[in-house]
């Protein structure tokens, strides 16, 4: 008898699931379709009749036909190109070993440094030794945050 209940307790659970996703996915595709501008400047574009954009205003039956994107016309105007440099600038500096050649973010906090770039700001004089997460107060926190700040100045170690 308990095998039975669990095994229905199985079915009903993933039939809930089955009815969450799908319900969902189907609220983020007309999120999606509604969300998406057209297109600012298309060439060639056919006039719509009043019923065809009441049609299309009426909620289509949830199959994979109705979910599948259309194809969109190319814009006109094309977006201006970005500059290599501006993907570095979102994702912060990046910092490079000399010696092993790792790259890595620039730590924001000494408490997220990697080993290598807590042994660089010794060995550069920015601090006097590597300090332990416990053993930082107020002071060891200033400290070790304008040297993280001296450290980034550093080109030598720039990725």
Do not use: C
């Not at 308990?2 to 079915?11: D, E, N, P, R």
């Not at 007309?30 to 009749?49: I, L, M, R």
């Not at 004089?125 to 002071?139: H, I, P, Q, R």
Request: hydrophobic share 40%.
């Amino acid at each position: 008898m308990l095998q039975v209940v669990a095994g229905l307790t199985v079915v009903f659970v993933g039939y809930v699931l089955y009815e969450v996703f799908k319900t969902v996915s189907s609220q983020s595709s007309s999120e999606s379709q509604v969300k998406t501008p057209p297109p600012a400047a298309v060439t060639a574009k056919p006039a719509v009749s009043e019923p065809a954009v009441a049609a299309a205003a009426k909620p289509q039956p949830t199959s994979t036909a109705a979910l599948k994107p259309e194809p969109q016309m190319k814009k006109v105007q094309s977006e201006p190109k970005k500059s290599e440099a501006a993907p570095d600038e979102v994702r912060g500096l990046q910092l490079k070993d000399p010696v092993s050649g790792e790259t890595g973010p620039a730590p924001t906090n000494y408490r997220f440094a990697k080993k290598w770039v807590k042994e660089a700001l010794v060995a550069e004089g920015l601090l006097d030794k590597v300090y332990k997460t416990a053993d930082l107060d107020d002071a060891g926190s200033q400290k070790v945050r304008e040297a993280l700040e001296k450290f980034k100045a550093i080109e030598k170690y720039h990725g």
